[in-house]
């Protein structure tokens, strides 16, 4: 019998979710809550005379910051990233953690922090809701760490082990490899760093230094991650012919020769991993941004200042996804439009 309209029944509508022209359903934000940082990594920003941090009135409000969430998670986003600048300068940070925790579908919230303020906040943060942490360690050495960042090596890794203590889990370690810096030569830390992390179980994961507006000559210090892999001290500790294993992340990830730990890699500049991208960014200063080299934003701060609804965010939130490129291209030349890591969050 042929069906009639009446007994004809169309699948529920779907809920609208955060789905770029390429079919990527986009279910994790990264939310930079300040672009100061009491850090001065020369890969992250440009030299501090040449920086110039926002002007508080222009950085997204907690409350601003949470009703952007709740639409988000509304439209399909799971997971959040609190990051920066450095997230731990921003003053009552935990109250923001608690406010996103309480928001439902938000199944995941993490944070990426440099851990120099974290031995203090570590259990505020895991009491009020976060779960896990990503922290940048790109050196072991005291002085060489000081010669990076203008910082001290020593609060962070009280800071590592002070998420520990509170619970954080899992910790992963983020080391920017830089040729001069941390690989080369004497200068190498590669083998240093995955022992450190195994020692104190943690996930470490090698980045590849990406061109973004900054202080170092992206250049001189760029190093492949296949330059690591072929190294003998790395061989020595990582089963590098083992198949690389691809989370739901931008990291490959190799076993240990010995014990049951893991070692990260992740490829920005060496191998695209756009197809399985799903991230949408919110920089301090209230913009979205789709992809981290494209410089195409869309300002929601003013959009919200100027009283746009529910429905107003949720459509520009949408109108971001469409904006996302297949690819994500780095630009070597630091044109004037550039945004760099510090104002971006990574
Ligand atoms: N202050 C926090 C921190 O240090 O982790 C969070 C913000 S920082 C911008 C986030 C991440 O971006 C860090 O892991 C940092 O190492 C990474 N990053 C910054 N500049 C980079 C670059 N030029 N290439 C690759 N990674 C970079």
Redesign the pocket.
Known sequence: MPSSPLTFYPSPPHAENLTDSFGRQLTYLRI?VTDR?N?H?S???PASENYQAEARSHILTFDEITRIVRVAAGLGVRKVRI?????LVRRNLTTLIAKIAAISGIDDLAM????SLLAQAAQPLADAGLHRI???L?TLNPARFRALTGGDLAPVLDGIAAAQQAGLSPIKL???LMRGVNVGGEESEVARLIDFAQLHDLTIRF??????K?G?D?KRHYVAIDEVLARNDLQARVAVDAPLVTGNTAARYLPHKQGTGKVGFIM?MSEHFCSGCNRLRLTADGHLRSCLPANTELNLRDMMRQGADDAGIRALLLRAAMTKPEIGIYSFTQGKDQR???Q???
């Open positions: 930079s940082c850090l990594c890969y992250c920003r990051t920066g600048g450095e997230p990426t922090s440099n851990a990503n922290i940048s790109d983020n080391t920017v980045i590849e230094l990406m061109p973004m900054q170092l992206w920005p760099s890591m510090i971006i969050g990574g």
